[in-house]
């Protein structure tokens, strides 16, 4: 009965971070929760029961977090500059990719797991489209001007997306690594 014991912490932490990680596709900050766990579980789990997750995990945790963001942002970023985009078609592009992500989450719900995440990830990038197109609108640009600005936060919202998803994945891997080994 302990050998079992010891296991719920080390299981409980791969399964929240599993879930933490998730949660990236609706443009929740699931790296900073997972990276979180991370240092929770590392200052709390009995040291017995940490098997071999130390400081080192710990850091790499946090770098893979804060590189997720890096990714994020720089490709939105990189991608609404590149086509001419305004501060404020950007801005609304952020705030459109939240709304659709977790709009299409909602909608894809009927369709489970893939439905969700794929959903999710479509309309994030249509919500960063509308949103920087829209907000290159009411900066006094034509219809016409707006669209490179909107295909531009389409692509940069999508790729970042899923850079931090990769880097998510790396944190998820450090876990079930630091775990298991």
Request: hydrophobic content about 60%; charged content about 10%.
């Amino acid at each position: 009965m302990e050998a079992w014991w010891h296991l719920i912490w080390p299981i409980g932490l791969i399964l929240l971070t599993t879930v933490a990680w998730g949660s990236n596709f609706v443009t929740l900050p699931g790296n900073w929760i997972a990276a979180a766990l991370v240092v929770v579980y590392f200052l709390v789990a009995p040291s017995g029961q940490r098997i071999s997750l130390g400081t080192t995990e710990v850091v790499a945790a946090i770098g893979f977090a804060v590189l997720g963001e890096v990714l994020e942002f720089a490709a939105a970023a990189l991608g609404a500059k590149k086509a001419g985009g305004s501060k404020r078609a950007t801005v609304m592009a952020v705030v459109g990719s939240m709304v659709g992500a977790m709009g299409g989450a909602l909608l894809g719900l009927p369709i489970p797991i893939f439905g969700t995440v794929i959903a999710a990830l479509l309309f994030g990038a249509l919500g960063a489209t509308a949103g920087a197109v829209l907000g290159e609108w009411m900066s006094g640009k034509q219809w016409k001007e707006t669209i490179p600005v909107g295909h531009a936060a389409f692509w940069g919202r999508l790729l970042g997306t899923v850079g931090k998803i990769c880097a998510g994945i790396m944190i998820l891997l450090v876990v079930i690594v630091g775990v298991c080994v």
